[in-house]
């Protein structure tokens, strides 16, 4: 875990434990110089593109390379492991294929994608996703984070032109084939006694936002018959999203963000936003995407009303069974995993062949300060990572 160690005092949050490292926030920016000083280190030119990813290739940038790397944001309190595990790993498959004398014979790069978690503007896989037009880059500009602040504003803080994001061909011809190597965030590995395994889908994932509005109002002076509350109608919603996903097959429903306003412990809040993050199988779908009409009868029975803010609903993706058994044969036999977390890998396999690596994880947890990987596990999962690269890039 030689490059985590260097980044371990980066964007530490003692309030919530774990890390908070947001795109172009100052942990984030410290995460690139580092990436930049460690790619320099090895010889590799970095530059960013209009979406703010950074690419270090080695030898000259070409169409038809082999692409590896991950992210290096995170969720609010998030682990050491899922994203920069991905980059260090990377870092180190180079240093790897250098000691064994290897030389690409084609174009070779290493990726840092931006807002991978979408922890600052809500949406995630936002720079993979502005890379491939997976997202208007109109709606990417005018996102705001939690101060108001706009994506395009905040580009521009950080010297990049909001006008040129957006799907970036020539960035597209340039991969060839994407291999991720990531944390697993889930206990498959650990149930298969396996230190590495290959990605075989990723779940569908969705996001609904949704605002109940009700009448702000004095928490003491107000008669219970006289209220339009909005948290009654969240919270029902929260609970009917876990009961739709306990009843639905393989389906999750979480929310892990609600945010009132005005926000006082003694004030009836006037709107209370409702964050829902949920993953499922087509078959699942519709027990869980039919909680935006459950959402207006809690709201109704209040009489609050509600508007839906956000709703997405991406596809499950299954990864190129040729590319996945490939890197199983190369890897000897490793075992096909699904993952519940999304990737940008799983937003470039619409687009180019693309694979992943995931290293086993002996809690099973991620999103939270107890995510871990043994460092014997993350040597395999190096090594494995430049097996794979040199045979693609042979
Ligand atoms: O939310 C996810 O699944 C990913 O970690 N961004
Ligand atoms: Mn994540
Ligand atoms: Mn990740
Ligand atoms: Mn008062």
Redesign the pocket.
Known sequence: MSGLADIADIGTDPRRGGYSRHVFDDAERQLREWFVEQAQRRGLDVHTDANANMWAWWGEPGDDAVVTGSHLDS?PGGGAF?GPLGVTSALQAVDVLRARGFQPRRPFAVVVFAE???GRFGV??LGSKLLTGQIDPDRARNLRDAGGLTFAEAMADFGADPARAGRDDAALRRIGQFVELHVE?GKGLIELGRPVGVADSILG?GRWRFRFHGQGNHAGATRIDDRRDPMLPAAELVLAARRAAEAADDARATVGRIVPTPGGTNVIASAVDVHL?ARAPERSRELVADLSARAAEFAAHEGCEVEVLEESFGETVHFDPTMRDRLRDLLHGAPALPSG???DAGILAAERPTGMLFVRNPTGIS?APEEHAEQADCEEGSLALADVLQELAR
């Open positions: 969720v899922d991978e978690e979408g995630p896989c965030q994932h993050d977390a999304g990737h999103h």
